[in-house]
């Protein structure tokens, strides 16, 4: 399309030609003459001198003064609110989505009579497996070798990519994307001492409950209650490898990367961002509002919104200053 049109799609202000053909999109650093990119974190500036890009979409702020260009071609500019929602929707619009699989039940897939089937555009692949009782949303997708136990129940639009397992009981909302192989609903890790030293395994009753619009990256594990509920509330959203214990709750529109682990009985807030390879421990409760920087450890409940780190937990600008301190004590005599 043309670039007018790439700008009135996104609703930006078109600085330059907009009569340029636009075929595609692509990154800064490769973009070529019919391709629009975009610039949405700063550390990216430092390539719009030399881009080759048909076009760049940019924040309402951006100063193209403050780069000289490596050659005397006047790039075109979409100025936005914000450029990476704006590149999102270009996304969707030059990719479509391709169709993973045909909408029907595989002839290979074993499902038992007593589960509940939607008729409404049900996709279902090969070697799956429904149990007993189960529930099947409409225009779900199940792709191949999936595992929903007996009682499970998947709302509708979800989309639950090979290889995973939801176990029984657990009950997924809808639209909510589930990567391979994350295991749902896997006992928690629940052990009683005897008397004798030897440990005898506490059984675990509840489920996992996930609400709608959630997305789980592959290779998670998200363990069932051992009495009542493991809850995702809606809105979440975690990346690969992150392991989630018996009785957590994750409250709405949190984000959480790869390689966390929570502990037994956590409350998580609303809004919280959690970095990669952060771990928290069982029974405390993190508000709404709280940053967890990568690597960071968490061993008591935090009370108050802001930004925490370190090896024991704390606000930011005070760990940075402890960690300050402490690469200086060689220096000292």
């Known amino acids: 399309m043309k670039l007018s049109d790439v700008a009135e799609l996104i609703g930006g202000e078109l600085v330059g030609d907009g009569s340029i053909e636009i075929a595609n999109i692509g990154k800064i650093e490769t973009a070529g003459p019919d391709e629009v990119t975009f610039i949405a974190n700063p550390v ?9 890009a048909g076009a760049v979409v940019v924040s309402r702020k951006f100063n193209t003064g403050k780069y000289k260009r490596l050659d005397e071609r006047i790039i075109p500019l979409i100025k936005v609110d914000d450029p990476y ?3 999102l929707e270009l996304l969707e619009k030059f990719s479509p989505k391709t169709e993973l699989q045909k909408i029907g039940i595989h002839e290979t897939a074993v499902i038992d009579e007593t589960a509940e089937i939607s008729i409404k555009d049900v996709r279902i692949g090969p070697h ?20 929903i136990l007996a009682g499970a129940e998947i709302g509708d639009d979800a989309l639950i990519y090979p290889n995973v397992t939801i176990y029984n009981g657990c009950k997924i909302g809808k639209r909510v994307i589930i990567h391979s192989g994350t295991v749902i609903g896997s006992d928690g890790f629940g052990q009683a001492k005897n008397p004798d030293g030897t440990f005898q395994k506490i059984p675990q009753k509840g489920i996992v409950v996930i609400a709608d619009d959630v ?10 209650a051992t009495i009542g509920e493991t809850v995702i509330n809606k809105g979440v959203k975690l990346d ?15 984000v ?11 409350k998580i807030g609303k809004n919280c961002m959690i970095g990669g390879k952060v771990g928290i421990v069982g029974h405390i409760e993190i508000c709404d509002g709280v940053i967890l920087t ?3 450890n968490v061993s008591k409940s935090i009370s108050k919104p802001g930004v925490y780190s370190g090896y024991r937990a704390q606000p930011q600008m005070q ?6 301190v402490i690469r200086n004590l060689s220096k000292k005599k």
């Open 44 to 52: 990216y500036e430092k390539f719009f001198s030399g881009t080759s």
């Open 85 to 87: 929602l704006a590149f």
């Open 128 to 147: 799956c497996f429904i149990g007993a009782k189960a529930k099947i949303g409409k225009r779900v997708t199940v792709l191949p070798n999936a595992v």
């Open 215 to 224: 997305e789980i990256g592959s290779n998670c594990s998200i363990d069932r």
């Open 240 to 254: 690969n490898m992150i392991q989630i214990a018996h009785n957590v709750e994750i409250g709405e529109n949190t």
């Open 256 to 266: 959480i990367a790869a390689q966390t682990g929570i502990a037994g009985s956590t």
């Open 294 to 296: 990568a690597a960071t």
């Open 319 to 324: 760990e940075l200053k402890q960690e300050a």
